[in-house]
Nanobody, 119 residues
């Protein structure tokens, strides 16, 4: 299975970016999908996730109301729409796939895409 993330870049505070993650090699619809991020000097942390069966979503408190996760099972792609970006959102963002919402044992990771938010 391969997860290919894209869409990162440099944006000013208050701006928007949309990340994409294309999954190949397995039945995408079977997997819960998520986005994690790792800021410089910090541990990787969960940002958001979307379930495989009913599309239920959850968000870290720090991004609620600003970020939206979605998935397109026909395109084998998960998206992360990020609005009202803040400098503290600066991080490498990773997409991830797991079965049964078992986020403590992620099955697959993408390669990461860097998001830099300038003040």
């Amino acid at each position: 299975v391969q997860l290919q993330a894209s869409g990162g870049g440099l944006v000013q505070a208050g701006g928007s970016l949309r990340l994409s993650c294309v999954v190949s090699g397995r039945t995408f619809s079977n997997y819960d999908m998520g986005w994690f991020r790792q800021a410089p000097g910090k541990e990787r942390a969960s940002v958001t996730a979307i379930s495989s069966n009913n599309g239920r979503t959850r968000y870290a408190d720090s991004v609620k109301g600003r970020f939206t996760i979605s998935r397109d099972n026909f395109k084998n792609t998960v998206y992360l729409q990020m609005n009202s970006l803040k400098p503290e959102d600066t991080a490498v963002y990773y997409c991830a796939a797991t079965i049964g919402s078992n986020w403590r044992a992620v099955d697959y990771w993408g390669q990461g895409t860097l998001v830099t938010v300038s003040s």
